[in-house]
């Protein structure tokens, strides 16, 4: 299988080498929040890490399932609900192959994505549509990071995979997604380049 493997993701969070990790909430998810646009649902958060953005959503009243198929990752999350008495299911699953028991109303994808392999891109965007109730949302944050031998040898390089803007919008197809017109947040990364965020519906 290409890239990396929960093997390699559990050595990065044993060497503390995370430094995908804000240590809070992503500030784009706090300003979905804020604003209402991102109201209590049934939520599905793949590729969790160390869970703050499910403990958030936890937090606010939302019925969140964190995902991840590390065992530090999910480790962390469970911890960090822990140490704040909040309630949300951690499941130890390859996002490849879950099957919740059932649909979500939302998914909110924060550096899962990147961190695959574009091998499997496809797998995973008809995964993330399977999980969706029709008219569901998938709040997203595309990350943007291009890397000099991409760019001008044709490498495909990372964790993190660069999501170009272009092949996401063939692999969130329409008339499978509907997007909303651009410009896109731009969220600002302290370590890696910038993510953009928008919200895609399930059609
Ligand atoms: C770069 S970290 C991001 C963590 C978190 N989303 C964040 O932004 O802080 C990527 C996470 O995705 C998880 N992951 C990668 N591929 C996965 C897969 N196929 N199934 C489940 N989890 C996966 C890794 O274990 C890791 O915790």
Same mark, same amino acid.
């Given at each position: ?19 995908? &990790? ?6 784009? *998810?706090? @300003? ?5 646009? %991102? !109201?209590?649902? =049934? ?61 979500? &109303? ?6 899962? *994505?990147? @961190? ?5 891109? %496809? !797998?995973?965007? =008809? ?77």
């Amino acid at each position: 299988m290409a890239g990396p493997t929960t093997e390699f993701w559990q050595e990065r969070f044993e060497k503390k080498e995370t430094r995908w &990790d804000r240590g809070a909430p992503n500030p784009q *998810l706090l @300003a979905w929040l804020d604003s209402g646009a %991102l !109201q209590p649902c =049934r939520i599905a958060v793949p590729g969790c890490g160390g869970g703050w953005e499910v403990a958030e959503l936890a937090r606010r009243g939302f019925d969140v399932t964190g995902l991840d198929y590390t065992p530090a990752a999910v480790a962390k999350t469970r911890a960090l609900l822990d140490t704040q008495s909040l309630k949300a299911e951690v499941v130890q699953a390859d996002v490849l192959s879950y099957q919740p028991g059932q649909v979500f &109303d939302a998914v909110y994808e924060q550096t899962c *994505l990147c @961190a695959i392999h574009p091998d499997h891109w %496809l !797998q995973y965007a =008809r995964q993330l549509r399977q999980w969706l109730k029709p008219e569901g949302s998938l709040w997203v944050l595309f990350m943007q990071a291009i890397r000099p031998a991409a760019s001008e040898e044709g490498l495909i390089e990372g964790p993190p995979y660069h999501c170009d803007i272009n092949a996401m919008w063939a692999l969130f197809a329409q008339p499978d997604w509907a997007w909303p017109k651009p410009p896109y947040a731009k969220v600002p990364h302290p370590v890696l380049v910038h993510e953009l965020g928008l919200r895609l519906i399930r059609r």
